[in-house]
């Protein structure tokens, strides 16, 4: 009778693997069951963490280098994705950053600054 570790391969780390001559070193995409709609509100609110916007996300679902955007597209189209990122970014917002940088520094003192930070909301 076999066990259940018998169905499975070994793990080796890909650092102490022998490379193989015909390995392409290429990662491959999988399909994997899921549900499209968690995955599209899931993604647009990762690049509205790095500060892009409604075009600019929308521009990826475009590009032929997001295949799954493209492919997400297709299935919702594009009236319903435009509307669904704009659902998500109104829940989330996109995170924004402004920097200043003073030509001058102020002559250091022997403790370090504290430094406020705020987060503004949209009223």
């Known amino acids: 009778m076999s066990t259940t570790t018998d169905r499975f391969v070994p793990k080796v780390h890909p650092a102490t693997r022998a490379v193989e001559a015909d390995d392409p070193l290429e990662l491959v995409a999988e399909p994997l069951p899921g549900d499209p709609d968690v995955m599209l509100a899931c993604v647009v609110q990762e690049f509205a963490w790095m ?39 109104g829940r989330s917002g996109v995170f924004r950053v402004r920097e200043a940088v003073a030509d001058d520094p102020e002559p250091e003192d022997d403790e370090p600054d504290l430094i406020q930070l705020t987060v503004r909301r949209r009223t």
């Open 51 to 89: 500060g892009w916007g409604t075009d600019q996300i929308l521009g990826l679902f475009q590009s032929p280098d997001y295949p799954a955007l493209n492919q997400l597209l297709a299935r919702f189209g594009a009236a319903a994705v435009r509307r669904r990122v704009g659902e998500v970014l």
